[in-house]
């Protein structure tokens, strides 16, 4: 099974350029996300989606698009790579959950994107 | 404004030891809270969840405990083995945004031979 797989696992980036974070899951989740890990700060979520064609901002987007055309995939764009978006970058997807209606249920992360910009 | 807080950065047990981990919410409206497990260099994986309509949910060797008035909640590993060593996050869908999963910054658990 493989799950939420995310490329690449490694990129240095310098000041300026662009990149894309792939994702893409094979369990017809729903739901879709982006979460950015720092160190001691725990994950920030960047955006999210709850199907195909509906994005949606997180706590930190600033610096970040998305698109989700497909219910498989999800990418992350960086437009304009800032020092500050060094991090590692993980993507997850989640059913809906039984209970409480609405929500999302387990979520399923990728291995992580590691982002250096320099 | 940190709706999930996670006030220890880290906690060391010994094997066998229980393991305490806490979190506090600010928002009283949240319905569910989850519990994850992350080990380096990989994802965090689902550990187990507890609704707000129960106070307690257990799974083995983990129990997650509820205190709706105090707005609080622990996860406790009995007996703790050194392969549970590994940051624990618990989380939360958004007041407001229930679509939205928020996660707390995590506790360093390190469990000693």
């Known amino acids: 099974n493989a799950g939420v797989t995310q490329t690449p696992k490694f990129r240095i980036l310098k000041i300026g350029q662009s990149m894309t974070l792939q994702c893409t899951q094979d369990m017809n989740h729903n739901y879709m996300y982006w979460y950015r890990q720092d160190p001691g700060m725990g994950l920030k979520l960047i955006y999210y989606?709850?199907?195909?064609?509906?994005?949606d901002k997180g706590e930190v987007p600033n610096g970040y698009n998305v698109s989700r055309s497909t219910t498989e995939d999800f990418p992350l764009r960086l437009e304009l790579a800032a020092p500050s978006q060094t991090s590692v970058y993980f993507c997850?997807?989640?059913?809906?959950?039984?209970?409480?209606?609405?929500?999302?249920?387990?979520?399923?992360f990728g291995e992580g994107s590691r982002l250096t910009v320099l | 404004d940190q709706q999930v807080k996670q006030n220890s950065p880290s906690l060391s047990v010994q094997e066998g030891r229980i393991s305490i981990l806490n979190c506090d919410y600010t928002?009283?409206?949240?319905?569910?809270f989850l519990w994850y497990k992350k080990y380096p260099a990989e994802g965090p994986t689902f550990l187990i969840s507890?609704?707000?309509?129960?106070d307690k949910n257990e799974d083995g060797r983990f129990t997650v405990f509820l205190n709706k008035s105090a707005k609080h909640l622990s996860l406790h590993i009995v007996p703790s083995q050194p392969g549970d060593s590994a940051v624990y996050f618990c989380a939360a869908p958004s007041a407001g945004a229930t679509n939205k999963l928020i996660f707390g910054t995590g506790t360093l658990l390190a469990v000693q031979p």
């Open positions: 989606s709850v199907g195909a064609g509906i994005t």
């Open positions: 928002n009283s409206m949240f319905d569910y």
């Open positions: 997850a997807s989640s059913p809906l959950a039984r209970w409480p209606p609405n929500t999302p249920g387990e979520l399923f």
């Open positions: 507890i609704s707000s309509i129960k």
